[in-house]
């Protein structure tokens, strides 16, 4: 059974401090590792798609990299339009077209 | 292009009570889903369409029925609505030759 255990739950920075996002996961076989972020009251949008160890995407102030084992979700100097919630899923090979998702990391940056 | 249309945005239904929830994506994708979010449960999956014709179910199918109702909508149907089906749903779609999904807005259903 694929898993995936997102940390931190919650994460509060000030604009401008860096940090990352964590997405540990177990799948039999990774075709993909995705990051979505949510924003209240909407549904996700995707952001990013990994497909093998090694691999890294940025978009603006975000950078997702991938090992075997984990992933994360990089970012630079944030804002405070960056605050939402982000959440990681993985499709594995025994899992026909389900993902699995995390419980995703609430991010707020402080002005 | 709308993307991913839910409608309604919410609902307030009484125990035992029946609705369908609809969804409808433009951007010609072979593959749609209906998921549930819950706080501290993440999303998860209820039933996905791989194409049209076919319906298959996820991880929590019981106490819901889908209807492919042609390649762009896809309906999720409560036959008898009970407080556990209280939660956020979403529809999400995605093309053949790609993993990613997008999704709707979502309909917030309360059943009381």
């Known amino acids: 059974e694929d898993q995936v255990t997102q940390s931190p739950e919650a994460l509060r920075l000030q604009e401008g401090e860096s940090s990352s996002l964590n997405c540990s996961y177990t799948v039999s076989g990774l075709r993909g590792l995705f990051w979505y972020r949510q924003d209240p009251g909407k549904g996700p949008e995707f952001l990013f798609t990994l497909y093998s160890a090694g691999e890294e995407k940025e978009k603006e102030r975000l950078k997702a990299t991938l090992t075997k084992k984990e992933s994360f979700l990089h970012i630079t100097a944030p804002k405070p339009e960056d605050s939402a919630t982000y959440l990681c899923?993985?499709?594995?090979?025994?899992?026909?077209?389900?993902?699995?998702f995390g419980g995703g990391t609430r991010l707020m940056v402080k002005p | 292009n709308a993307g991913v249309t839910q409608t309604p945005k919410f609902q307030v239904l009484k125990t035992g009570q029946s609705m369908t929830l609809q969804c409808a994506q433009d951007?010609?994708?072979?593959?749609m889903y209906w998921y549930r979010q819950d706080p501290g449960m993440g999303l998860r999956l209820i039933y996905y369409?791989?194409?049209?014709?076919?319906?298959d179910k996820g991880e929590v199918p019981n106490g819901y029925n889908v209807s492919r109702l042609n390649k762009r909508e896809f309906s999720l149907r409560l036959e008898s609505a009970a407080p556990s089906q209280t939660s956020v749903y979403f529809c999400a779609s995605h093309r053949w030759g790609t993993y990613e999904q997008y999704f709707g807005p979502g309909t917030r259903l309360t059943v009381t």
């Open positions: 899923a993985v499709q594995g090979d025994n899992a026909g077209n389900m993902l699995t």
């Open positions: 951007m010609n994708h072979n593959s």
């Open positions: 369409s791989a194409s049209e014709g076919t319906t």
